[in-house]
């Protein structure tokens, strides 16, 4: 009788312990996966947009201070890319489409940035950009023509790209959106239009960082 009631209490105690390490380990229960706990990661970090020099689609070279005061929504793409981009590019048009025109341009820019800059010259970009019916200025497309900067920024914003033989591309796609002080504070799943769109109202309204 008495060993039964102990082996209860350690069943019990085992079982409280390992619940605690695995609160620990997904961060409160929210990382389940390994994208989760990608994800959940940088939003913890925020990590700053690095010193790249920007190239869109009308040859205008910058930095990420072009855009200073405002938020940045972005999204990671090649043109050459049946699968995937097309379908991140028009989700991400629908998010546009879904905000105040008011916002756009004043307080947020919407930015496709091309991680294939050898075939993605900024005259492919304008003719990427008219498809999906983007104007170029409050939603840009553009290039990042020096490699190593390119793979600063996609590090720095966990962006998985893996070229293949054929000259596609393996690579995970969300919505970035980075903060007026050039910080990320969120990934978004790019399927979850409505919900993106809805999270990006509130923190313009709100007027957050």
């Not at 990661?41 to 010193?51: I, M």
């Not at 040859?59 to 938020?71: A, L, P, Q, T, V």
């Not at 959106?177 to 399927?191: E, R, T």
Request: proline fraction near 4%; charged fraction near 25%.
């Amino acid at each position: 009788m008495i060993n039964n009631r102990y082996t209860k209490i350690s069943f019990f105690l085992v079982l409280i312990f390992g619940l605690g390490l695995f609160y620990i380990g997904t961060d409160g229960f929210t990382a389940f996966t390994a994208e989760t706990a990608r994800v959940q990661q940088l939003k913890d970090d925020k990590p700053q947009f690095p010193n790249v020099t920007l190239e869109d689609s009308m040859g205008r070279k910058y930095s990420i201070s072009e855009f200073e005061d405002k938020y940045v929504f972005i999204t990671f793409l090649y043109t050459s890319c049946t699968t995937v981009c097309p379908e991140l590019e028009y989700n991400m048009k629908q998010v546009y489409d879904k905000l105040p025109s008011g916002v756009k341009g004043e307080d947020i820019v919407f930015l496709s940035i091309s991680f294939d800059p050898q075939r993605d010259t900024p005259a492919v970009l304008n003719k990427y950009k008219d498809f999906f019916k983007s104007d170029g200025e409050t939603w840009r497309m553009a290039r990042i023509p020096e490699q190593a900067e390119l793979d600063s920024l996609l590090k720095a914003f966990g962006v998985i790209v893996i070229p293949d033989e054929n000259g596609n591309f393996a690579h995970n796609s969300a919505f970035y959106l980075v903060n007026k002080k050039g910080s990320l504070i969120d990934v978004m799943d790019y399927k979850k239009i409505d919900e993106a769109a809805q999270k990006v109202t509130n923190i313009l309204e709100r007027g957050e960082e």
